[in-house]
């Protein structure tokens, strides 16, 4: 199984993953839009980011969730009725909803945020 995988220690909160993430997703730079999250605790940063675990195909109504070959769960916009069941199913708060889509979204480890990330603290392990 392919996910995006997390070296939290590493992590100095610049957000350029967020910012990836976005422009791959929806062809913008906006936090807001990110299936990534990056925030700042007491002690260093927290990112969530899906894992790939799959609760929310179980979840989902029109089956429009599934998991790839690879297994990434993926999001069928088709199919989508945008109920958002799995958002609020996800063990990890890790699907997206922004006013600006009809579906929900989520990492689906393209890599791309790994590779532009500057303290390489985001990994794809498969």
Same mark, same amino acid.
């Given at each position: 199984?392919?996910?995006?995988?997390? /070296?939290?220690?590493?992590?100095?909160?610049?957000?350029? *993953? #967020?910012?990836?993430?976005?422009?791959?997703?929806?062809?913008?730079?906006?936090?807001? /839009?990110?299936?990534?999250?990056?925030? #700042?605790?007491? #002690?260093? =940063?927290?990112?969530?980011?899906?894992?790939? *675990? @799959?609760?929310?195909?179980?979840?989902?109504?029109?089956?429009?969730?599934?998991?790839?070959?690879?297994?990434?769960?993926?999001?069928?916009?088709?199919?989508?009725?945008?109920?958002?069941?799995?958002? @609020?199913? *996800?063990?990890?708060?890790?699907?997206?909803?922004? @006013?600006? =889509?009809?579906?929900?979204?989520? !990492?689906?480890?393209?890599?791309? !945020?790994?590779?532009? *990330?500057?303290?390489?603290?985001? =990994?794809? #392990?498969?």
């Amino acid at each position: 199984m392919k996910s995006l995988k997390v /070296k939290i220690e590493l992590c100095d909160g610049c957000g350029i *993953c #967020e910012l990836t993430c976005s422009k791959v997703q929806f062809k913008e730079e906006n936090r807001e /839009k990110s299936a990534i999250r990056v925030s #700042e605790k007491a #002690e260093g =940063y927290e990112i969530n980011v899906c894992n790939q *675990c @799959g609760e929310c195909v179980e979840v989902c109504p029109t089956l429009a969730l599934h998991k790839n070959k690879l297994g990434i769960i993926m999001v069928d916009k088709e199919k989508c009725v945008g109920c958002f069941a799995c958002i @609020g199913f *996800c063990p990890t708060l890790s699907m997206r909803m922004h @006013g600006d =889509y009809l579906e929900p979204f989520k !990492c689906i480890a393209c890599g791309k !945020c790994a590779r532009e *990330c500057p303290t390489e603290t985001l =990994y794809i #392990e498969r």
